[in-house]
């Protein structure tokens, strides 16, 4: 089933680690009754509590609900959130529309902070191994999760995710969300912040034409910096424009090929890990 | 781009909810911030219905007007973007109504 277009009935979201090569598919209609095996503390009849029951608000044969649409995303959300707090794992939602650089931007961070910050890497994408490859070249652990033709990620699939890689206490899980700057704006994952990046040979528009996202982002990376001659870009221009759509959104300028601007990302990075051992 | 996967967790809502009796009436509350369009989900209602209990209901979207704060000067004013600027000139605006996904009520037969 898609998640999400609801066309293309062998397109399953699927979670593969490509160290084994174990393919795991995520259905989830089943979603609120999967058994976690990582170790946290929720509650499997959450749901149970707040159904309705006959003697609830009614009027006749009305029966009133006020439900939040995405309330079963946005518990598993939660919980996934809770988990990451317990265990001081800094959990970041990396989203931008296709070819931004984000895998780019991953594989660089790992190699350069790999001994001071563990990191773990849940890949999000439609189809292919690719990305987890590249990772997994790296020295890093990876899932790959294929969203068949679902456009974003969801908390489920995190979860399922987190249950695989099995992250250490202290530690770094990058959430590479499917490229796409529309619809991963509205699925919490249960992540500390959403990094959205933005790369200088796409539109210095896209905060006005994308709001949601970058609304919905603590950061904005300007990535590919070093292409900046060749392309028009207004550096400025965009950056207020993301500072409209968002006044509290923090910009960092980088490219991620040559490793240009990376430092202040890095310093924010292990500042993050800091103050969650911290708080 | 993502109607289809919430009109099916819609679906899934008042499913649960009506435990086998046919419903005749879903209402659902929808702000125009929500970046969800209610005729989609209204095309995308009759396809996931079909063989549940919500099969022919009619399907009532009450879309819910934008409004936004700004949190300098306080004032509210009705907006149909997720942001923008206040008449004071301030950038810093929270909406503050039209962001619901809500399924408010359903009607049984």
Known sequence: MCTTCGCGENSEPKMIDPSTGKVVSIDLTKSQDHEYTHPHDHDHGHYRHHQFHPSDASSGNTVSLEKEILAKNNLIAERNRKWFQTENILALNLVSSPGSGKTTLLERTILDLRKQIPFMVIEGDQETMNDAERIRATGCKVVQVNTGTGCHLEADMVARGIEELQPPKNSAVMIENVGNLVCPALFDLGEKSKVVILSVTEGDDKPLKYPHMFRASDIMILNKIDLLPHVQFDMEKCVQHARQVNPDIRVFQLSATTGEGSDIWYHWLRQQIVSMATS | MHEMGITRNIVSIVSEHAKGAQVKRVSLEIGNLSTVMPDAIRFCFDVCSKG???????????????????????????????????????????????????????EMV
Not at chain 2, 60 to 87: M, N, P, W, Y
């Open chain 2, 52 to 106: 549940t209990e919500l099969e022919n209901a009619h399907l009532e979207i009450i879309e819910i007007a934008g409004r936004k704060k700004c949190q300098d000067c306080q004032l509210i004013t009705e907006t149909d973007q997720v942001f923008g600027s206040c008449e004071c000139g301030s950038w810093n605006t929270t909406p503050i109504a039209g962001e619901e996904l809500r399924v408010k009520e359903m």
